[in-house]
């Protein structure tokens, strides 16, 4: 143990080995921790599974941990007691024996608890002679005396669909609400009895269902009860990734939990993808073994882009160190460059002038104009705005989205490559933010505001952050490098007086480090306009 893999499988069913089939088939290292403990361990066979037909629970997943293994995968048996986030992305995830492993990738298929109504008996014969799934149970008992303990509002819908099976079937209210009319005649019409008053517990001989017991003493023959379950996601343990489960409603009642997902199987936590019961409640093994395999081809895909943009800032680093002397032919090339000397430029930090300035402002649409490694707009972001970020250097938005997913707000932001002086994010917003937009060479600045003050809402506000002088370090002027006032930045937007309001133009000064160490200043100014109502 102790290893790191591309993928850890957390829970050994049917949707686990066959993610992790698919995983190890596309060549990606990859552990599957299963406690050994299946949902359908009593069950005799499992159904619906085309070619598996009957095949007993343990021994179809005996065959399926044989192919992963034989494909390069691994196994544990074990239960996942705690899991983390790594610094650098990633997760850390300890299990019950003090062991531990890192993946870059989470598959969570560990499926769902059922919770038996409170009657006696129940449990001891769950998954033999007390059913829920008629699609999964209901040949075996077919023809036999069949009841239907009602503990809820789809009581009459349940013995319905079990008369299918058999023309003996009862219906124990119980807790149930009360039948109506209709509900009573739709019975009556498919020969489904009724049996009034409270279930005390089951008849049990050798081990087999003989009777349900009433709480006045009488004992009604059955070979077979059919029980609604609450179920709920195991998933507790994810917690303080937080991946949070839901609850599952049907007709207004709930039924169970669940962990929400798109149609592949990821969450709403970066890097963690669920498959099978733990996410829909309702799946049967067939159902759950290609979930697993459509979770763990998204986890492929999503591996690959990561990978290739790695592929990509390393090539554009290793071309730039080959040809020092070559000139960029693009301002895209220029930032590309730049950005691929390191694995990080700027601070991480958020820009002061945009935490001093936005922080009272309710949160909505944000728009960051040249968004580096996306400091600004990840923190916006966690204070709950929908964001829009640009830069027109694909490597920074590349890092900028794997921060912002190891802050927990990828879902929260789009990142947009744009050279703003021939393209520009469509839409409107309430907050427009270019924080320092400088480049060298001819930039057109005062078009592109113009064009961000014309994406501002009603009520919206642009607040335009820029440097007012050069870094202390550069003694020479900079030849041609003219740093607008906020009275120019203002005067260049052109806007109508009767729609904005100024809300702040000033210069201030702060602190900025040399390349060398040695501490200094830096004069920077601030321009914050409102768009009126």
């Not at 409270?198 to 004992?219: C, D, E, F, K, M």
């Not at 800032?313 to 301002?331: D, G, I, K």
């Amino acid at each position: 143990m102790d290893a790191k893999y591309d993928v850890v499988v957390i829970g050994g069913g049917a949707a686990g080995l066959s993610g992790a089939l698919a995983l190890a088939r596309a060549r990606r290292r990859v552990l599957v921790i299963d406690s050994g403990r299946p949902r359908n361990a009593p069950a005799d066979g499992v159904h619906l599974y085309l070619g598996r037909e009957g095949t007993p629970p343990q021994e179809l997943l005996a065959a399926g941990r044989e192919e992963v293994t034989g494909y390069g995968g691994e196994r544990v048996t074990g239960t996942v007691t705690a899991a983390e986030r790594v610094a650098g992305g990633g997760f850390r995830v300890v299990l019950d024996d003090g062991s531990a492993v890192e993946a870059d990738r989470l598959l969570v298929t560990t499926g769902l608890v059922d919770d038996l109504p409170e009657v006696p008996g129940l449990a001891e014969l769950w998954g033999r002679d007390v059913l829920h799934c008629p699609y999964c149970h209901g040949w075996e008992v077919r023809d036999q005396a069949i009841g239907i303990l009602g503990t809820g509002p789809f009581a009459v819908h349940q013995a319905l669909l079990w008369r299918q099976w058999s023309d003996d079937v009862t219906l124990f209210p119980h807790t149930a609400p009360e039948l109506g009319e209709d509900e009573r005649e739709r019975l009556a019409a498919r020969g489904v009895a009724v049996v009034e008053g409270q279930v005390s517990g089951l008849s049990i001989s050798g081990g087999r269902l003989t009777g349900v017991n009433l709480a006045g003493g009488r004992v009604v023959p059955r070979q077979a009860l059919a029980v609604t379950t609450r179920m709920t996601a195991q998933a507790g343990v994810l917690a303080d990734l937080g991946l949070e489960t839901a609850e599952q409603e049907m007709a207004g009642h709930v039924v169970g939990t669940y962990v929400p997902a798109d149609q592949w199987g990821a969450t709403n936590v970066p890097g963690v993808w669920v498959a099978g019961n733990v996410t829909n409640l309702i799946e049967q093994v067939i159902g759950a073994a290609a979930a697993g395999a459509r979770a763990a081809a998204a986890i492929n895909a999503d591996l690959i882009e990561v990978e290739t943009r790695q592929a990509v800032a390393a090539h554009r680093t290793r071309h730039a160190a080959e040809n020092p002397h070559r000139p960029p032919t693009s301002m895209t090339e220029f930032w590309d460059t730049r950005y691929a000397e390191s694995a990080q430029i700027w601070s991480g930090n958020p820009n002061v002038m945009l935490v001093r300035e936005a922080t009272d402002l309710p949160p909505g649409k944000a728009l960051d104009l040249g968004c580096g490694e996306g400091a600004d707009a990840i923190w916006l972001a966690g204070r709950g705005w929908h964001v829009t970020a640009t830069d027109i250097s694909r490597v920074a938005l590349d890092r900028a989205a794997e921060f912002a997913k190891a802050a927990e707000v990828g879902d929260r932001i789009d990142w947009q490559r744009h050279d703003l002086e021939a393209s520009f994010p469509e839409g409107v917003f309430d907050l427009v933010s270019a924080c320092f937009l400088h480049s060298p060479g001819d930039l057109p600045r005062d078009k592109i505001l113009r064009t961000a003050a014309a994406a501002v809402a009603p009520g919206g506000v642009l607040l335009v952050v820029g440097h007012a002088s050069g870094p202390h370090w550069e003694h020479d002027p900079q030849p041609g490098v003219h740093f607008p006032t906020p009275q120019e930045v203002l005067d260049a937007l052109e806007l109508p007086e009767e729609e904005w309001e100024v809300q702040l133009s000033e210069e201030y000064e702060r602190t900025q480090t040399a390349p060398d160490g040695t501490p200094g200043t830096r004069t920077d100014n601030v321009l914050k306009l409102r768009r009126l109502p």
